[in-house]
């Protein structure tokens, strides 16, 4: 049955991924990965609190709960984009741009996910 969760929250997962980034695209039509950062920054925010929230009250059976962490949050967020949009940045020159979405997404990850773990206690 967790199969099924994860399948479904991984499809629910991608939709938004690929509606948000296309929005945030249109919105800020520049070199910049916005799209993909506001996702993984986002993403990094709902599983530290889903993490604690759901986890330490109990309030999930497991299979949904893997179903959200797993699936939704898994397809949602996109280390395999980021890392091509680094690499692209730097192969057209945009050194500084790169090493700043790097430096933002890894060190804004790690405070998001700190900031969901904080708020999902209370």
Known sequence: ????????????????RYFLSTAVTEICS????????????SG???LGWISNHF???KKL????????T??????YTTFSTF??????????????FSFAYIVISLLGGLIFV???????KH
Not at 30 to 41: Q, S, V, Y
């Open 61 to 68: 059976p497991p299979q949904l709960l893997t179903g959200l």
């Open 114 to 120: 700190r900031i969901g773990l904080k708020i999902g």
């Open 30 to 41: 520049t070199a910049f990965p916005f799209g993909t950062l506001i996702i993984n920054l």
């Open 83 to 96: 890392c091509l949009e680094a690499i692209q940045l730097m192969e057209a020159g945009k050194y500084f």
């Open 44 to 46: 990094s925010f709902l």
């Open 1 to 16: 049955m967790v199969y099924l969760f994860v399948g479904i929250g991984g499809m629910v997962g991608s939709l938004l």
């Open 70 to 75: 797993t699936g939704v949050i898994g397809s």
């Open 55 to 57: 986890v330490i009250l």
